[in-house]
Nanobody, 120 residues
């Protein structure tokens, strides 16, 4: 069983930045593909970004939803069992609960979520 713990959410003004972190338990973090999803009130959960396992400390190939390309950056540090989501130029429509996701083979794990609110 893998446990994922997100942090870094909060209230930020439009145009501001936040960095989310996701710490994973276990010793095979480097094998997980890591993703960030979000769910706004009344909407379905959607993929924001994911990064492949890579197998190296800073490796992995990143992919992004069109709505966040150029503003968000996903990264990972295998030595720290941590995935990050750097969010810049935040917009009110980015307001949602953000969830961390880890996938390896047929197993998928979710964190508890962290709230991000973009408002003036």
């Amino acid at each position: 069983q893998v446990q994922l713990v997100e942090s870094g959410g909060g209230l930020v003004q439009p145009g501001g930045s936040l960095r989310l972190s996701c710490v994973a338990s276990g010793s095979i973090f480097r094998l997980y593909a890591m993703g960030w999803y979000r769910q706004a009130p009344g909407k379905q959960r959607e993929l924001v970004a994911f990064i492949t396992s890579g197998g190296t400390t800073s490796g992995g190939t990143a992919n992004y939803a069109d709505s966040v390309k150029g503003r968000f950056t996903i990264s990972r540090d295998n030595a720290k069992n941590t995935a990050y989501l750097q969010m810049n130029s935040l917009k009110p429509e980015d307001t949602a609960v953000y969830y961390c996701n880890a996938a390896v083979a047929t197993m998928i794990y979710w964190g508890q979520g962290t709230q991000v609110t973009v408002s003036s």
